[in-house]
């Protein structure tokens, strides 16, 4: 007798197929808007190259991809068969595809293509929904060119490696390859974010610029990169200097520099991505800006992987979002589809507003970037300057709770590893602390408040283009005003003041930008305080299915 208890019935079909970018209407007509300066022509050539990715992103094959890089982490190589050192770190193909797809797309280029950062920040976005762990090497490449820039010589020579569509693996001199990914070395284990008191020295040699650097890192990331940028100590009168150099992994001679990898950290998430401790005994280098200015010369660095840390986040809460929207479209529930259920439908729109809100304010601080690369834009880099370290502080504190609540919406479904939910939200935390955790960047603001004034007056200009248009966003507006004035203990209120300034920046650009419904929600509870503790506290009042409908992707 045939089986069938085991029909299948009730269940989500496989959301495959779709356009991430397209189907998107947030993330599209951001685009479109910041794009309106451009030529026709590079306006269409933006969007198919978003469209072509967003649906390679949304296929079988890609989500695929995905699976394999994080269920077969790499594993480190220390030596050969016959016990030569040899440091490799091995992955599984399909890290090697979604890397190299990544860098064919162009997401470590953005320096010098028309409206190439919002571009960029859109396919990062787009293809970080497949996978995030690889990310972690695309940020880096991209973001190692503004810091070689302060070495004329060394920018033209490896910028066009950087910047490259060709991805090569494996491990040859830079000069043979016709595409380079870079890693970065800051962290050691006795300072943490506190660089100021790494201990690896630097030892000048005989050639102008060349030194050896001896010491340890505590965080390597992407170690199988072609080079690396490093913080180290170079003494001048017996003064230490804290200074910025590259690291390449592979000399021009072909030999290896000295690069022990001592073993891959075992993390909580970004499984498919090597985190590394590194030790460097002798291990040549070349100098990046001036002796003693390590920290300005690769701040330009830190500051576009401070973005990327955004950008991650919200793909993680749009994918964990769309996933939500997604099982609940489909799944019934005492009568009918979860999606219609009042309740439901409370906290996907609450869920759609938190992605829609740190996918917006992404999109503007990359278009800001592109205004200063193109015309030196003061305004546009004062603005950069507050706004990336709020944005940093605030998009990664919110993307765990978001992901943790789409988690729930799927049940004992989204407990299980099949649905991809628990990857995303052991990935989640990652981006508040990478480059800087929570309090860092929220003192960071502070410290740019106090030392550059300009920059917070770019920032009330930026959030005072909204004036009059939502009495919740002027009345936020003002109550942070007297904040910032208040100077007592503020170090001790700072993330309550950055939270504050990230969220009328981001109610700003709604009520300029987004639907009506979408707007007036945010400002309803983020704002105006009719909001719980937990995700689906919105008013029952607002507009909330035509918020969840925005947020769909039809699958």
Known sequence: MAATTHTVSNQAPPLVGHDVYGADAALAEGVERHLGAEDPAVREEVTAELGALGRTAGSAQAQEWGRQANENPPVLRTHDRYGNRIDEVEFHPAWHRLLGHAVTSGLTDAWGRPAGHLRRAAGFFVWSQAEAGHGCPVSMTHAAVPALRADPELAAEWEPRLTSHVYEQGLRPAAEKAGVIFGMGMTEKQGGSDVRANTTRATRLDAPGEYLLTGHKWFCSAPMSDGFLVLAQASAGGEDRLTCFLVPRVLPDGSRN??????????????????????????????????????????????????????????????????????????????????????????????????????????????????????????????????????????????????????????????????????????????????????????????????????????????????????????????????????????????????????????????????????????ASRLGGDWGAAFGTLPHTLDLKSVVARARIEG
């Open 258 to 523: 000295v690069f022990a990898i001592q073993r891959l950290k075992d993390k909580l998430g970004n499984k498919s991505n090597a985190s590394s401790e590194v030790e460097f005994d002798g291990t040549w280098a070349r100098r990046v800006g001036e002796e003693g200015r390590g920290v300005r010369t690769i701040i330009e660095m830190v500051a576009a992987t401070r973005l990327d840390c955004v950008i991650g986040s919200a793909a993680l809460m749009r994918q964990a979002v769309t996933q939500a929207v997604h099982h609940t479209a489909y799944r019934s529930a005492f009568g009918a589809r979860l999606i219609e259920q009042p309740l439901m439908r409370n906290v996907l729109a609450d869920l759609a507003l938190e992605s829609e809100a740190a996918t917006t304010l992404m999109l503007r601080l990359a278009a800001a970037q592109d205004a200063v690369q193109r015309s030196g834009d003061a305004q546009e880099q004062a603005l950069l300057r507050i706004a990336v370290p709020a944005a940093k502080y605030w998009v990664t504190k919110r993307c765990t709770p978001t992901v943790a609540e789409a988690l729930e919406c799927l049940g004992g479904n989204g407990y299980v590893e099949e649905s991809g939910l628990p990857r995303l939200l052991r990935e989640s935390p990652l981006n508040s602390i990478w480059e800087g955790s929570g309090n860092v960047q929220a003192l960071d603001v502070l410290r740019a408040m106090q030392r550059e004034p300009r920059a917070l007056n770019a920032f009330l200009t930026e959030v005072g283009l909204a004036r009059g248009a939502d009495h919740r966003l002027d009345a936020a507006v003002k109550d942070l005003l007297t904040d910032l004035a208040d100077l007592d203990g503020i170090a001790a209120r700072a993330r309550r003041v950055v939270e504050r300034m990230a969220l009328v920046l981001q109610g700003s650009l709604l009520v300029r930008f987004a639907p009506a419904a979408v707007a007036d929600a945010f400002c």
